[in-house]
């Protein structure tokens, strides 16, 4: 079994900044990619951004210049740093996990978290 845990979420002001955490546990024998996908009300999920094993990092445009995703593989965690918030970035966070359980070659599966929520607003 996995678990991903997410947290983090806050309310905070426009302009604000916030921190998220990710940390997942289990019988996990390796890790892959991670990310944080965000879902607003009324909205469907959406990835916000994403870092691979070789730390290649992609993030969507309109977070580009204000988040930074970094990871920690000692403690299997990821975080993302958000800086100069918008309403707009208002949304349930969630982090994915593509991890590897099992003994020898193992199996490859996505493991997702239950969210943080993040509210920005005066």
């Known amino acids: 079994q996995v678990e991903v845990v997410e947290s983090g979420g806050s309310l905070v002001q426009p302009g604000g900044s916030l921190r998220l955490s990710c940390v997942a546990s289990g019988s996990i024998t390796s890790i892959n990619g991670m990310a944080w996908y965000r879902q607003a009300p009324g909205n469907q999920r959406e990835l916000v951004a994403s870092i691979s094993s070789s730390e290649r990092i992609n993030y969507r445009e309109s977070v580009k210049g204000r988040f930074t995703i970094s990871r920690d593989n000692a403690k299997n965690a990821v975080y993302l740093q958000m800086n100069s918030l918008k309403p707009e970035d208002t949304a349930i966070y969630f982090c994915?996990?593509?991890?590897?359980?099992?003994?020898?070659?193992?199996?490859?599966?996505?493991?997702w978290g239950k969210g943080t929520v993040v509210i920005i607003s005066s």
């Open positions: 994915k996990v593509h991890a590897r359980t099992g003994p020898g070659w193992g199996k490859w599966d996505d493991y």
